[in-house]
């Protein structure tokens, strides 16, 4: 069984581009949570999705962050018009249910850099 | 508001001493607890957790961390620290895992 796996592990945007970073979550986890760490800092919370539903998404940037979990596929973390302040890395963890009563495994991270 | 305070940034011990870093919560209701390390360039790996019963928790890699609920703490501790212990360490609260700035841990020889 894979671990998370977020992709791409780096990924360069110019400004004013848009950026897709992807999180395929471990087999049989439908529980999704997005963090994006700033250099030298701690993990912000984002977003907290259930297969096809945002259940928490009070972490998010009102405008140009969206994130999806579909029924099929990996979930989205989509970041349009992106500008330097967006560079940092983002890290998605899965778990098979919440968090209070399973273990949430943490992907690799992508690294965006915004030049 | 589900909020984590770690107050210290940076904790350097000496190879083999005792080690306890502090996490302080703010939770509206008895708090799903976590310690997670991060190693540079690497994801996070959970290292203990609480939901509820004893309030002494053992965890992985020789951690422990002890749940009081009249000082809001979930501190964390091993008797005896190895240098591969040197990592970030996050504490977090909450089912959605709200994070904590985090304690960079330095380990001298």
């Known amino acids: 069984n894979a671990g998370v796996m977020q992709n791409p592990r780096h990924l360069v945007r110019r400004r004013g581009q848009e950026a897709r970073l992807r999180c395929s979550p471990m087999k049989g986890h439908s529980h999704v949570y997005w963090y994006r760490q700033l250099p030298e800092e701690g993990l912000k919370f984002m977003v907290y999705l259930q297969k096809e539903n945002i259940i928490d998404e009070s972490g998010m940037p009102k405008e140009r962050f969206s994130a999806e979990f579909p029924k099929e596929g990996p979930s989205i973390l989509r970041i349009q018009q992106v500008v330097r302040g967006d560079s940092a890395a983002y890290f998605c963890?899965?778990?098979?249910?919440?968090?209070?009563?399973?273990?949430?495994?943490f992907g690799q991270g992508t690294r965006l850099t915004v030049v | 508001a589900q909020s984590v305070t770690q107050p210290d940034i940076h904790i350097t011990v000496s190879e083999g001493a005792s080690l306890e870093l502090r996490c302080n919560y703010s939770y509206g209701a008895t708090p799903y607890l976590f310690w997670y390390v991060q190693s540079p360039g690497q994801g996070l790996q959970l290292l203990l957790k609480y939901f509820s019963g004893d309030t002494l928790v053992q965890g992985i890699k020789g951690f422990e961390a002890e749940f009081k609920r009249s000082q809001s703490s979930f501190n964390l501790r091993k008797p005896s620290v190895h240098w591969s212990d040197a990592a970030e360490y996050f504490c977090a609260v909450g089912a959605a895992m709200r994070f904590g700035a985090g304690t960079r841990l330095t380990v001298k020889p």
């Open positions: 963890a899965s778990s098979p249910r919440g968090t209070g009563v399973a273990e949430a495994f």
